[in-house]
Every structure is written in C-alpha cells, then in structure tokens.
C-alpha cells in the first residue's frame, strides 16, 4: 500500500472514530495495526468489529472476506465494512455493509 492510500484509510479511520464518540461509543479507538490476526480497524465496541476503506474502487465481496475473517479474529459477535461515499465528509452518510444474515441477526436483537 502507497504512503498517499496509507493516508486516506487513516483519515477515513480517525473520522470514522471521531463520529462513533460523537454518537456515544467514548471508547472507540483505531486500532493499532500490525497484529498477528487482524481483528478490525476500529476497537471499543464490545463485540463489534469494524473494517473502514476509503477506497475510490468498491471491491465488496473482498471487503466482506476481509470482514469475516476479522470478526473471527476479534471473536465479535458482529461487524460490517463501513466505506466511504465519495465526495461525502459526513460518516453518517457514508455507506456499512454486511452480509444479509447479520443484518437479519441486528433486526432480530433490536426486537423486529
């Protein structure tokens, strides 16, 4: 990875830190990269695993491998790619992906 997209996913991460205090979650934090096992960009959500790029080219299928790995990794019980809208700062538009039966998982726990 090139110094300049090193950059922009350390941007994208510190944003996306910044908004999840904002929201509530004080003890969100980058994650310090370089372990053994990857578990996720973004730690201090219990149970929670969370994979950020800021990439001009989606590559969702790869993203979501990338995620499931992770999640395993994290032993969190749940997790999703949150990726950047282009042209957009606010991360709250920004875009979380993840597979259906996890979304399914979220519905049924928040009791729908």
Do not use: F
């Not at 941007?11 to 004080?26: I, M």
């Not at 590559?59 to 997790?79: Q, R």
């Amino acid at each position: 990875m090139s110094s300049a997209s090193k950059r922009k996913g350390s941007s994208a991460e510190r944003d996306v830190v910044n908004y999840l205090k904002r929201k509530g979650w004080k003890y969100a934090e980058r994650r310090i990269a370089g372990d053994t096992y990857d578990r996720g960009d973004i730690a201090g959500l219990p149970e929670v695993c969370l994979e950020v790029k800021n990439q001009k080219t989606q590559s969702l299928s790869e993203w979501v491998k990338e995620l499931e790995i992770e999640t395993k990794n994290a032993k969190a019980e749940t997790g999703a790619v949150i990726h950047k809208k282009r042209g957009v700062s606010d991360v709250g538009k920004w875009y979380a992906t993840m597979p259906v039966e996890v979304y399914v998982q979220l519905l049924k726990k928040a009791g729908y």
